[in-house]
């Protein structure tokens, strides 16, 4: 025997041994995979049946399909289908509702945004509030204002907003 046949049958002995819990665990991987799917078979034979006794049982039988991606469609929604058409919307909106007696305009001129708050839409309600507790609110934005009637405040950001801010914080407090 030549040194070379002795050398590779020595790695072929050494890759058996090393192969030998692998391939013990690929045989069980694969008995388990038979196992899983004469399961599988049984299932969808016994789904049939399954459905139609769960009423009686008032259990909801599994579904055998599986659902395509993404949302389902409007009509199978039915919590908010029955929600949107109760209340006349036709998406879902977050806050409250405008006024629905003659809904006017916002107080902003050129928002027409409908009303929601004092006078005015969301946005400008919000940016109000802040004006507000900032102490920069202009003389002109009063409490339920006349719809177009309040001229729009254009504020500053960055440094010039912090400038501001210390300059609104040094008159409020003087005064």
Not at 85 to 112: L, M, Q, V, Y
Not at 147 to 159: C, T
Request: charged share 25%; with cysteine; net charge positive.
């Amino acid at each position: 025997m030549s040194v070379d046949k002795a050398f590779r049958e020595m790695i072929r002995n050494e890759i058996e041994v090393q192969l030998k819990p692998l391939r013990a665990v690929v045989s069980r991987l694969e008995a388990g995979t038979s196992d899983l799917e004469s399961l599988r078979s049984v299932v969808e034979r016994l789904a049939p049946v399954a459905q139609a006794i769960s009423p009686l049982f008032g259990a909801q039988a599994p579904k055998t399909g599986k659902r395509p991606p993404g949302r389902p469609p409007r009509a199978a929604a039915p919590a908010a289908s029955s929600a949107s058409s109760s209340s006349g919307s036709t998406g879902k909106r977050r806050g409250r509702k405008p006024s629905e007696d003659g809904a006017r305009e916002c107080a902003i001129r050129g928002c027409g945004s409908p009303s929601r708050t004092k006078g005015y839409c969301a946005a400008h309600y919000q940016k109000l509030r802040m004006l507000t507790k900032t102490n920069r609110r202009p003389n002109a934005w009063v409490d339920y204002a006349p719809a177009n009637s309040v001229e729009d405040v254009k504020l500053p950001r960055g440094r010039a907003a912090a400038k501001a801010l210390a300059e609104a914080a040094q008159n409020g407090g003087a005064s």
